[in-house]
């Protein structure tokens, strides 16, 4: 965890220098950065940050999640779709009204599925629902880092310019430790819905260059990159919350 911190700050600080000097760049590059909330009507309390810098058709991703159902695999993926909001649900959306959100009744703020968060082979969205080859979380937590994914260039260039989206799936509806319960998950019907619906969201913003980001709260993206680099990871988590809270407020308006 600790080295993780390390690396964010490290990268974060060194991609915003980069973004300084990049006019209107040939290949997508840059970073951005996503503080993961609790879905709401998820019943998740748990909360993570997310970055990912782009360097072509090249993604790197470190993600650090905590408040998962414990011991768990938790499927993660970075969404995408022209025709998505790019960001994260909210209970609008729970078009069935059961009170909380399937993956495909967030679908209209995060889109389909384009990069699976995968440990190891396969990172497309073929590997959905890869269930073993995605984290398990320990204790509740986890802490992910995969360089060298490959995506389109067109999925490239939306998380540059961050219209991309973080989730991570797998919710403990009943709270019994485990994943079943009689509704069935809307992306594999022999799977529970608790192991697929999302539990954690948050949309991949740019790292403030000195503007205002109006999609994120520029200022206190800001001040979270400041943050990781401290190791404040439920500090970062306190500061981001108000942002989220805002935009969602933007969001209904
Ligand atoms: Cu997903």
């Known amino acids: 965890m600790r080295k993780f911190q390390k690396l964010a700050g490290v990268a974060c600080g060194a991609t915003a220098l980069l973004a300084f000097g990049a006019g209107p760049a040939l290949a997508a590059s840059g970073s951005v950065h996503a503080n993961l909330k609790s879905v709401p009507g998820s019943e998740v309390d748990g909360s993570g940050t997310a970055m990912v810098k782009v360097d072509g058709r090249t993604i790197t991703v470190t993600m650090a999640a905590m408040g998962l159902l414990e011991d768990q695999p938790h499927a993660a993926h970075i969404h995408f779709g022209d025709d998505a909001r790019h960001e994260c649900p909210t209970l609008d959306e729970d078009s069935n009204g059961n009170g909380h959100l399937s993956t495909k009744e967030g679908a209209p703020a995060y889109g389909p599925v384009v990069v699976s968060l995968t440990k190891t082979g396969d990172t497309s969205a073929k590997s959905v629902l890869a269930v073993d080859r995605f984290d398990t979380a320990e204790g509740g937590d986890i802490s992910y880092e995969r360089g060298s994914i490959k995506v389109s260039k067109d999925v490239a260039e939306a998380i540059a310019d961050g219209e991309a989206v973080v989730v991570v799936h797998g919710v403990d509806h009943n709270d019994n430790g485990k ?75």
């Open 179 to 253: 994943y079943d319960g009689e509704e069935k998950s809307d992306l594999n019907k022999d799977l529970p819905a608790e192991a697929t619906d999302p539990a954690l969201c948050g949309a991949l913003r740019k790292a403030p260059d000195g503007g205002m980001d109006t999609g994120n709260g520029g200022a206190a993206a800001g001040q979270n990159t400041a943050l990781i680099g401290l190791g404040g990871l439920a500090l970062v988590a306190a500061a981001g919350s108000g942002v989220v809270a805002a935009r969602r407020a933007r969001a209904r308006a």
